[in-house]
Every structure is written in structure tokens, then in C-alpha cells.
């Protein structure tokens, strides 16, 4: 059985939506980005979400690791018949969104309002 | 501002926990030296991905294996050496991550991320080592 550890997001179902917050403030090293896409995944696989709001507005800084995490995740709600809906990013690091053309293939919104209201 | 020039080079273990200290070693020099805020995201996302790959891809893990920085500050830009003990790559072999066939790979964008929140980005002996270079932003 593996350490237990604290966990890097919280999360709050609003309706049958599950809005999630980062720990982070800064979403890089392997091993933190690790984490926090086993607690993504978790929500997924263990908890049955189907629809995740992420909220980036704590974020300050991702890498691209980070990036891979979102596109599995992405991929990983779609087989489930859900989806992941990506909010509050500032504008620095939507550039690297759009950089990546993620911006086209990720759910992308503006807050929280309006990403509870993009499922 | 006055005119300023230092330099800096150290070799740490194959380890991301130790690149973590450089960057954050950085991050306070670029700091100090008032270069602003966009300017020192883009050191820190260029730096983050050019140490995960040289440890990762270059020294493929390889504890047994170092990762050599050099960074040097002036008035006008920063530069940012990193250099593994790898085989090497051409960096011109690297797919486009932003083509439609490879758009959903979870891997592959860090260079196109380097090269965009730098100024310039060059590869010598054979791939072992990327220079990195930012101007001082206007802003």
C-alpha cells in the first residue's frame, strides 16, 4: 500500500458537475504533476464524474507535462461518455494553450459561471 | 540602470530535485537583476522543459549521469545553457506537436514551448547542449 500523501486538488459538485480546484500554484515537476493527475483520474475512474470543471485561476505557471495530463484526462472523460471543461486561465498561460493548439481541441471557458453552464 | 555582467556554472546529479534548486536560483537572479515578470516566466517555462528533457530524455533517468547549467545576465538578456551526457538528437526530428496526427499525444511540446518564450534557441554537439536566450522585455 503506497504513503499516504495530501492531496494536490479539491473538488465540490455543484449539480452533477464536479468543480475542481489546484493546491498549486505552480503545476511542474514529474512528480507533482503525477500526483495531480492521479487525483484527476481518481474523480474519474473511482468517483464515476463524468463532467469536470477545472479551475486554473490559482495557476500561475504549467509545463508542458502538465499539458499531457489534460489531453489524458480529455481523452479519458470522452471514452467515458463525459467531459472536461477547463476555467480561469490567465492570459499567460493561455498562450501556451494556444501556442499548442490545445485551445481547439480543450473546452475552454472563461469562469466558473460559464463553464457550469457549458455541460 | 547600470551596466552589470556575471556568470554561472554548476553541474548537478541527474535529478529533477536538484534542477528544481537551479531553477529557483535563477528565477532570484533574474529577480534581482529586474527583469520583470513575463520576462522571468519565460526563463522558468523554458527552463522547466529544457531540464525535463535533458534529465529525462538526454540522461534518460540515469542517476549515474549530470546535467551541467551555465547561465549568464546582463543588462540587456539572459542566457541559459543546459547540456546532458546523452546521445544527443537533432531537434529538427522532432515532430510538430500542433499537427492534426500528433495534436492528442501527451508528449512532444516542450520544444515548440521553448522556442516560443525565448528570444533564440540553438542546439550544439549533437543535441547535448541548448543555448537559450532572452532579450530584456520593453515593457
Redesign the interface.
Known amino acids: 500500500m503506497s504513503a499516504p500523501r495530501r492531496q494536490r486538488i479539491t473538488f465540490e459538485d455543484i449539480g452533477d458537475v464536479t468543480v475542481v480546484h489546484f493546491i498549486d500554484k505552480k503545476i ?4 507533482n504533476i503525477q500526483m495531480i493527475g492521479d487525483d484527476l483520474f481518481k474523480l474519474v475512474d473511482e468517483l464515476g464524474r463524468k463532467k469536470l470543471l477545472l479551475d486554473f485561476s490559482t495557476v500561475e ?1 504549467l ?3 502538465a ?3 489534460l ?2 484526462l480529455h ?1 479519458r472523460l470522452a471514452g467515458a461518455g463525459g467531459k472536461l471543461v477547463l476555467c480561469g486561465i490567465s492570459k ?1 498561460i493561455m ?2 494553450f494556444e ?4 485551445d ?2 480543450l473546452k475552454i471557458v472563461k469562469d466558473e459561471k460559464t463553464g457550469l453552464n457549458s455541460f | 540602470m547600470p551596466e552589470f555582467e556575471y556568470a554561472v556554472e554548476v553541474v548537478i546529479a541527474n535529478d529533477l530535485g536538484e534542477a528544481r534548486r537551479i531553477q529557483r536560483e535563477i528565477e532570484e537572479a533574474l529577480h534581482a537583476a529586474e527583469y520583470g515578470d513575463r520576462d522571468v516566466f519565460c526563463a522558468k517555462l523554458a527552463l522547466e522543459e529544457a531540464l525535463v528533457n535533458a534529465v529525462k530524455h538526454g540522461n534518460r533517468m540515469d542517476p549515474a549521469k549530470h546535467v551541467t547549467i551555465r547561465y549568464d545576465v546582463t543588462t540587456e538578456r539572459f542566457r541559459i545553457q543546459v547540456c546532458d551526457e546523452g546521445d544527443g538528437f537533432d531537434p529538427e526530428s522532432v515532430p510538430d506537436p500542433t499537427a492534426p496526427e500528433n495534436i492528442e499525444r501527451p508528449c512532444g511540446r516542450g520544444l515548440l514551448l521553448m522556442r516560443r518564450f525565448m528570444s533564440q534557441v540553438e542546439y550544439a554537439e549533437g543535441g547535448n547542449r541548448v543555448v537559450m536566450t532572452k532579450l530584456r522585455s520593453t515593457e
Open positions: 511542474l515537476e514529474e512528480q505557471f509545463s508542458s507535462a499539458l499531457g495530463k489531453i489524458r481523452q499567460t498562450e501556451i501556442l499548442t493548439k490545445l481547439k481541441m
